[in-house]
């Protein structure tokens, strides 16, 4: 079993090299109030002449692909990024905060569906993107529409394209969100995920129980695949910071990968998570399972950011999954994905039987 005790919980924060301001960006205030955290902590702070990114990195991709992930653009969300998606298993709908994630996950979801360097864009108009969110209340098809579900509310996940904690000593803006849902009098829930673990500034949030933070974890054999983040006796430790200051909290356990000694590896962290949790009063847990998976593309940029990587993405044990836009996913075969299945059920059941699974895939 993992013990959080045995050595101090490893934590990381991320700093950018440089921070990118656009002149857009430099008009609203939460723009600025980046751009003054940023300064103070001693980062490069460029102001753009205008709106346009010039991203003039290496021609190398391995160092244009560093250049990148130290650099934090500030940008202004243009009316397309404030019209909401749904976000289906996890909320209704997604609301992005940020794009983009300092971690260096050699699975990372993100590969091949953002475009051009992985640099992280936080958004200036944050309350412009807030303020759209009243139109939505009632209107999705996940928690809104289900009858296990619907006491959450209409649900807004804000981890879809980035890890917001993890930007949040210099952006803020994951706080200001969290402040905002509080004071909204209505039926509905923040949601966010995470694989680090500085959760100080929101524990004294007045969040009314309206934000859900999830800590992303993996097992031993796993999670030596996600590069610059909190270690996971960090992340559990947080969780029950977070459950503690009253906030619902989850675990998200992904991506579940069968590597060879899988089963007591999750077991262990399984394990570790309930032994974190326990005391906790007035515990509202959840669980999401979510499998690895992969796409050509990403497989494809993947291999060009972590040349290397003891990641298996070669097809084995795996079976082609068509996507409702007509592309196709890698994803475990049905005997792989029966054995999972019933193991996580079965572990989660008894480790942590006030425990909600809200979906597997």
Request: with cysteine.
């Amino acid at each position: 079993m993992l013990d959080p005790a045995r050595k101090p919980p490893r934590d990381v924060v991320w700093s950018p090299a440089r921070v990118l301001v656009t002149r857009a960006a430099r008009g609203f205030a939460h723009g600025r109030a980046i751009l003054d955290r940023a300064a103070a902590k001693g980062i490069e702070v460029v102001e753009l002449p205008g709106d346009r990114l010039n991203l003039a990195f290496d021609d190398d991709p391995r160092r244009a692909y560093a250049e990148a992930k130290a650099t934090l653009a500030v940008t202004v969300a243009p009316p397309s990024k404030r019209k909401l998606q749904p976000i289906a298993p996890s909320a209704d709908w997604r609301v992005d905060l940020a794009e983009g994630c300092p971690a260096h996950c050699s699975y990372c979801y993100l590969a091949g569906s953002l475009k051009g360097p992985p640099i992280t864009r936080a958004y200036a108009n944050l309350d412009e993107i807030l303020d759209v969110l009243p139109v939505y209340l009632g209107q999705g098809a996940v928690t809104s529409r289900s009858r296990a579900r619907a006491h959450e509310g209409t649900t807004f996940e804000a981890s879809c394209y980035t890890d917001p904690l993890g930007i949040e000593p210099i952006t803020g803006s994951l706080s200001a969100a969290i402040a905002w849902f509080g004071r909204w009098d209505a039926d509905a829930q923040l949601r966010f995920t995470t694989k680090f673990a500085g959760v100080e500034p929101l524990l004294g949030l007045a969040h009314n129980r309206r934000t859900r933070m999830r800590a992303s974890v993996n097992a031993g054999g796993a999670i030596r695949f996600e590069g610059g983040t909190a270690g996971t006796a960090a992340r559990l430790a947080a969780l029950a910071a977070m459950a503690r200051a009253g906030y619902p909290v989850g675990l998200t356990i992904a991506p579940i990968i069968a590597y060879d000694g899988w089963q007591q590896g999750y077991a262990a962290l399984i394990d570790a998570a309930a032994a974190a949790l326990s005391g906790v009063g007035d515990l509202d847990l959840t669980v999401e399972l979510i499998t690895h998976r992969y796409t050509p593309t990403s497989r494809a940029v993947l291999d060009g950011w972590y040349p290397g990587s003891k990641l298996d993405m070669t097809g084995t044990a795996r079976t082609i999954k068509r996507t409702k836009f007509g592309g196709e996913k890698w994803v475990y075969d049905a005997d792989t994905m029966r054995a999972l299945r019933r193991f996580f059920e079965d572990r989660v059941a008894a480790a942590l039987p006030a425990a909600r699974i809200l979906y597997w895939t």
